[in-house]
């Protein structure tokens, strides 16, 4: 363990594309560092990183996982991301608390959806990067075509501090453009790579030198004395090229260009000492700022905390793992402070105290206690109660509250149930528990269709929900796709007679009313009036005639679904001085709205959804007339800040419940979209008769 000082940390997260390599990286530099005595591989199921069953049957990471390693003396926090765009919230919340983002870009796919992503939140962030350009083994792998597209899509960021040895099969290493030295992979034997540095071979010489004096003159702009110097024509030390190249990197306004193969393990140590050179520690970040809570003022007061042992505690829940058998693990960034294991945090988020057992440093699914954790790290704890992810933990004395964490809205939506009878309670507890582990699952009842609704990022992401509902907690679920929420109402004015009269030997039954049924205007909701005079129907009885209709209304007279937008108006009738009572009116208004109803020329309505599409301009006649195709009409068109194409559509309900799927196709994952209810429209004819037909079939079979 390296002794604990705050410059000598440095938390980094591995983003990008999913397949880009970023596990296999991971372990790589896990056992490059002496961390792992063996090298574990992606398809084989055994890295330190993807050790959840879920990830190891699909092969892809599905969460962020902790590891960390010691590499001249320097203490590594790595947080090994998700690359697949329904689990990218998982990628964010890692980048939230690193100090530093390492992209990792395939060799043959170059520039991918999720690499764009990872750099917005990288930017969003700002935080320092580097790219690691990987898979140079691979067959078509190409530095030199990746290198032109990162400069095409993000600018002119990017600065070479390496050049690949060899092409594809025939990768045998690196060109470093500081040292001006190759460092030769050495093939065969056991253990790890062994590298001899030699001269640059006579082939490459060239454009390394091409290279070595573009990044010299790129990070001479960062020291007036050294840009002097070079332009005097001196040249300039390697200790002198490092220093600016620290400068300019720290200060995000350079992104080097590493290359290698995780999986030969080409490549990988230059990147640690990269890391423990040139990237960002705790200590030369800015103060973090928070809310403070100590004053109960009613305006926010924002203040700084300085990342320092000395400041009061504070710290970021941005993981929590449930574990049905031994409660949830909360991962968690200490901003200042320090906490000892068998003691008190104050959980500000929910105003909650908590006792803190053991703390834990995370290498993988490895639980390695810690007696305490000080500000810059990052660990783990078990069975903190009331604590989820976005929470802030902090001293209960100098109470502060984090940025609230931002989730986009799930828009993949299913329609679940348990497969066994008398499960409802266990899915109920199963689904909280997945909730408090991942803050993007929705779950609500449909309140129209009476389903309960699980809502995810994409098909991917509720599968695996499924999963672990299956596997972690035992319940089998049942699947569907969501029912609509249809609604029926009127177009005429009609008066429509309610009778209910039953004598069966002794007290009989009767309720007798007259009602007039008239269309109301979109979304104005149902009225009920009473013009009862003269006591034709008694006081008492009138409230039973409007709970009949308003049991009657719940299902429509066309194919079942409520009836909405509808004024009626109780306004005659008559009544049994023995006979009469509530339930006898209740019927007999509940037999008036059905006949009214019928009479009444009754329609269907479908939910319209106001949809927001965010897409690149190239994608954009490709949306319209996919939105079309869905009986939706445009209404209008604006440019994003970004410079993207925003298209605003209504759209049926019907039409966009795997709209996702729909987006990412057309657009290669690239569109975005939001969707909130607009209002109810008639149901074209000829799909009316299609919902009534299979409506009509269910309540047969039933």
Same mark, same amino acid.
């Given at each position: 363990?390296?002794?604990?000082?705050?410059?000598?940390?440095? =938390?980094?997260?591995?983003?990008?594309?999913?397949?880009?390599?970023?596990?296999?990286?991971?372990?790589?530099?896990?056992?490059?560092?002496?961390?792992? =005595?063996?090298?574990?591989?992606?398809?084989?199921?055994?890295?330190?990183?993807?050790?959840?069953?879920?990830?190891?049957?699909?092969?892809?990471?599905?969460?962020?996982?902790?590891?960390?390693?010691?590499?001249?003396?320097?203490?590594?926090?790595?947080?090994?991301?998700?690359?697949?765009?329904?689990?990218?919230?998982?990628?964010?919340?890692?980048?939230?608390?690193?100090?530093?983002?390492?992209?990792?870009?395939?060799?043959?796919?170059?520039?991918?959806?999720?690499?764009?992503?990872?750099?917005?939140?990288?930017?969003?962030?700002?935080?320092?990067?580097?790219?690691?350009?990987?898979?140079?083994?691979?067959?078509?792998?190409?530095?030199? /075509?990746?290198?032109?597209?990162?400069?095409?899509?993000?600018?002119?960021?990017?600065?070479?501090?390496?050049?690949?040895?060899?092409?594809?099969?025939?990768?045998?290493?690196?060109?470093?453009?500081?040292?001006?030295?190759?460092?030769?992979?050495?093939?065969?034997? *056991?253990?790890?790579?062994?590298?001899?540095?030699?001269?640059?071979?006579?082939?490459?010489?060239?454009?390394?030198?091409?290279?070595?004096?573009?990044?010299? @003159?790129?990070?001479?702009?960062?020291?007036?004395?050294?840009?002097?110097?070079?332009?005097?024509?001196?040249?300039?030390?390697?200790? @002198?090229?490092?220093?600016?190249?620290?400068?300019?990197?720290?200060?995000?306004?350079?992104?080097?260009?590493?290359?290698?193969?995780?999986?030969?393990?080409?490549?990988?140590?230059?990147?640690?000492?990269?890391?423990?050179?040139?990237?960002?520690?705790? %200590?030369?970040?800015?103060?973090?700022?928070?809310?403070?809570?100590?004053?109960?003022? $009613?305006?926010?007061?924002?203040? $700084?905390?300085?990342?320092?042992? =000395?400041?009061?505690?504070?710290?970021?829940?941005?993981?929590?793992?449930?574990?049905?058998?031994?409660?949830?693990?909360?991962?968690?960034?200490?901003?200042?402070?320090?906490?000892?294991?068998?003691?008190?945090?104050?959980?500000?988020?929910?105003?909650?105290?908590?006792?803190?057992?053991?703390?834990?440093?995370?290498?993988?699914?490895?639980?390695?206690?810690?007696?305490?954790?000080?500000?810059?790290?990052? %660990?783990?704890?078990?069975?903190?109660?009331?604590?989820?992810?976005?929470?802030?933990?902090?001293?209960?004395?100098?109470?502060?509250?984090?940025?609230?964490?931002?989730?986009?809205?799930?828009?993949?939506?299913? %329609?679940?149930?348990?497969?066994?009878?008398?499960?409802?309670?266990?899915? &109920?507890?199963?689904? &909280?528990?997945?909730?408090?582990?991942?803050?993007?699952?929705?779950?609500? /009842?449909?309140?129209?269709?009476?389903?309960?609704?699980?809502?995810?990022?994409?098909?991917?992401?509720?599968?695996?929900?499924?999963?672990?509902?299956? &596997?972690?907690?035992?319940?089998?679920?049942?699947?569907?796709?969501?029912?609509?929420?249809?609604?029926?109402?009127?177009?005429?004015?009609?008066?429509?007679?309610?009778?209910?009269?039953?004598?069966?030997?002794?007290?009989?039954?009767?309720?007798?009313?007259?009602? *007039?049924?008239?269309?109301?205007?979109?979304?104005?909701?149902?009225?009920?009036?009473?013009?009862?005079?003269?006591?034709?129907?008694?006081?008492?009885?009138?409230?039973?005639?409007?709970?009949?209709?308003?049991?009657?209304?719940?299902?429509?007279?066309?194919?079942?679904?409520?009836?909405?937008?509808?004024?009626?108006?109780?306004?005659?009738? &008559?009544?049994?001085?023995?006979?009469?009572?509530?339930?006898?009116?209740?019927?007999?208004?509940?037999?008036?709205?059905?006949?009214?109803?019928?009479?009444?020329?009754?329609?269907?309505?479908?939910?319209?959804?106001?949809? *927001?599409?965010?897409?690149?301009?190239?994608?954009?006649?490709?949306?319209?007339?996919?939105?079309?195709?869905?009986?939706?009409?445009?209404?209008?068109?604006?440019?994003?800040?970004?410079?993207?194409?925003?298209?605003?559509?209504?759209?049926?309900?019907?039409?966009?419940?795997?709209?996702?799927?729909?987006?990412?196709?057309?657009?290669?994952?690239?569109?975005?979209?939001?969707?909130?209810?607009?209002?109810?429209? @008639?149901?074209?004819?000829?799909?009316?008769?299609?919902?009534?037909?299979?409506?009509?079939?269910?309540? @047969?079979? *039933?």
């Amino acid at each position: 363990m390296v002794d604990y000082d705050l410059s000598k940390l440095r =938390n980094i997260a591995l983003v990008g594309h999913g397949d880009s390599g970023k596990t296999s990286l991971a372990e790589a530099m896990l056992y490059d560092s002496g961390m792992i =005595n063996r090298l574990g591989r992606v398809e084989q199921g055994n890295t330190t990183t993807d050790y959840d069953p879920r990830e190891i049957k699909k092969g892809i990471s599905i969460h962020s996982t902790l590891a960390y390693t010691d590499w001249k003396e320097k203490r590594i926090n790595i947080i090994d991301t998700p690359g697949y765009l329904d689990f990218i919230t998982d990628a964010k919340l890692g980048l939230r608390v690193a100090d530093n983002a390492i992209l990792v870009v395939c060799g043959v796919s170059g520039v991918e959806v999720q690499t764009e992503k990872v750099w917005e939140f990288s930017e969003e962030y700002q935080l320092p990067r580097a790219i690691f350009i990987n898979k140079m083994d691979r067959e078509r792998a190409d530095f030199y /075509r990746v290198k032109d597209s990162l400069n095409q899509v993000f600018g002119p960021w990017f600065l070479p501090l390496q050049l690949p040895l060899g092409k594809e099969e025939n990768f045998q290493g690196l060109v470093d453009l500081i040292k001006m030295k190759a460092l030769v992979y050495q093939k065969g034997g *056991e253990g790890k790579p062994v590298f001899k540095e030699e001269e640059i071979p006579a082939d490459l010489l060239a454009p390394a030198q091409e290279y070595r004096k573009e990044l010299i @003159e790129r990070v001479v702009e960062f020291d007036d004395g050294l840009m002097m110097k070079y332009l005097e024509g001196e040249a300039l030390t390697d200790e @002198e090229v490092v220093a600016c190249l620290k400068k300019g990197v720290k200060e995000r306004k350079i992104v080097p260009i590493l290359c290698g193969s995780a999986t030969m393990n080409v490549g990988v140590e230059p990147l640690l000492d990269f890391v423990a050179e040139y990237l960002l520690s705790p %200590a030369e970040k800015p103060p973090v700022k928070v809310q403070n809570l100590k004053n109960s003022l $009613e305006e926010k007061e924002i203040i $700084e905390i300085p990342n320092s042992v =000395n400041s009061p505690f504070s710290a970021l829940v941005f993981k929590t793992i449930a574990d049905p058998y031994v409660g949830n693990l909360t991962y968690f960034r200490v901003y200042s402070g320090k906490l000892a294991e068998d003691s008190n945090v104050y959980n500000s988020s929910k105003g909650v105290d908590n006792k803190v057992g053991k703390i834990y440093k995370m290498q993988g699914k490895n639980q390695c206690p810690i007696p305490e954790v000080y500000a810059g790290d990052i %660990a783990a704890v078990a069975k903190l109660k009331n604590t989820t992810t976005g929470d802030t933990l902090c001293d209960k004395e100098n109470p502060v509250v984090f940025e609230k964490i931002t989730y986009p809205e799930p828009l993949m939506l299913l %329609a679940i149930s348990p497969k066994t009878k008398g499960d409802e309670d266990k899915l &109920s507890t199963a689904l &909280s528990r997945i909730i408090d582990e991942d803050p993007t699952v929705k779950i609500y /009842r449909d309140e129209d269709t009476g389903e309960t609704i699980l809502a995810g990022m994409g098909e991917s992401h509720l599968e695996v929900i499924i999963e672990t509902l299956e &596997s972690k907690f035992g319940v089998g679920v049942e699947r569907s796709t969501p029912k609509v929420g249809y609604k029926e109402t009127i177009r005429k004015k009609v008066q429509a007679e309610g009778k209910y009269k039953k004598q069966s030997g002794g007290r009989g039954q009767y309720g007798h009313c007259w009602l *007039e049924l008239e269309p109301k205007g979109k979304g104005e909701g149902f009225e009920f009036v009473d013009k009862i005079v003269g006591g034709v129907i008694p006081r008492q009885y009138r409230p039973a005639v409007e709970k009949g209709v308003i049991e009657a209304m719940e299902k429509g007279v066309v194919a079942g679904y409520p009836t909405i937008d509808v004024k009626v108006t109780l306004f005659d009738g &008559s009544y049994h001085p023995v006979d009469s009572s509530e339930m006898a009116f209740k019927i007999a208004g509940s037999l008036a709205l059905k006949k009214g109803a019928a009479q009444a020329d009754p329609f269907l309505l479908e939910p319209i959804m106001d949809i *927001e599409v965010t897409v690149p301009k190239e994608y954009m006649g490709d949306i319209i007339g996919d939105l079309n195709s869905k009986r939706g009409r445009i209404i209008g068109m604006e440019e994003s800040a970004s410079g993207k194409q925003i298209i605003k559509a209504k759209v049926p309900q019907a039409e966009i419940f795997k709209y996702t799927i729909d987006l990412r196709s057309i657009t290669q994952g690239r569109g975005t979209f939001t969707l909130k209810f607009s209002h109810y429209e @008639e149901v074209p004819f000829n799909i009316a008769q299609e919902i009534i037909t299979q409506a009509k079939k269910e309540e @047969e079979v *039933e």
